[in-house]
C-alpha cells in the first residue's frame, strides 16, 4: 500500500507564501513523477506543476514564474513553493505520484486547503 500525505496548506494574503509538501510512504520500489493539482468550488481539477525523477519541471501558464516544484528523492516527497499568491489560486490541493510499487500505479492525497484572501 502507498499513502501520500500532504501538508502546508492555509489562508494567507494576496502577495504571500506557502509551501506545501506531500510525502509518499509505503512499499515504494520508485517513484516515477509527482504533480500537483488543484480544484476550486464548482471548476474541473487541473494540473498546477509537474516532476519527474529526473528533476524535469513543468508549470500552468497560470502559475510559471511563481510557483516552483522539487522533489526530494530520499525523501520520497514532493514540494509546491508558491509565491506572489492570488486569490484564484484559492483551491484544494492534491497531490498525486506515479509510484511503482510490485506494479506501477497512480496515486492520490487527500488535499489540503488553500485559501488566499485579505
Known amino acids: 500500500q502507498v499513502q501520500l500525505v500532504e501538508s502546508g496548506g492555509g489562508l494567507v494574503q494576496p502577495g504571500g507564501s506557502l509551501r506545501l509538501s506531500c510525502a509518499a510512504s509505503?512499499?515504494?520500489?520508485?517513484?516515477?513523477?509527482m504533480r500537483w493539482y488543484r480544484q476550486a468550488p464548482g471548476k474541473q481539477r487541473e494540473v498546477v506543476a509537474g516532476i519527474t525523477s529526473g528533476g524535469s519541471t513543468n508549470y500552468a501558464d497560470s502559475v510559471k514564474g511563481r510557483f516552483t516544484i522539487s522533489m526530494d528523492n530520499a525523501k520520497n516527497t514532493v514540494y509546491l513553493q508558491m509565491n506572489s499568491l492570488k486569490p484564484e489560486d484559492s483551491a484544494v490541493y492534491y497531490c498525486?505520484?506515479?509510484?511503482?510499487?510490485?506494479?506501477?500505479?497512480?496515486?492520490w492525497g487527500q488535499g489540503t486547503q488553500v485559501t488566499v484572501s485579505s
Open positions: 498525486n505520484a506515479v509510484i511503482r510499487t510490485s506494479y506501477i500505479g497512480s496515486h
Open positions: 509505503g512499499s515504494i520500489v520508485s517513484i516515477n513523477s
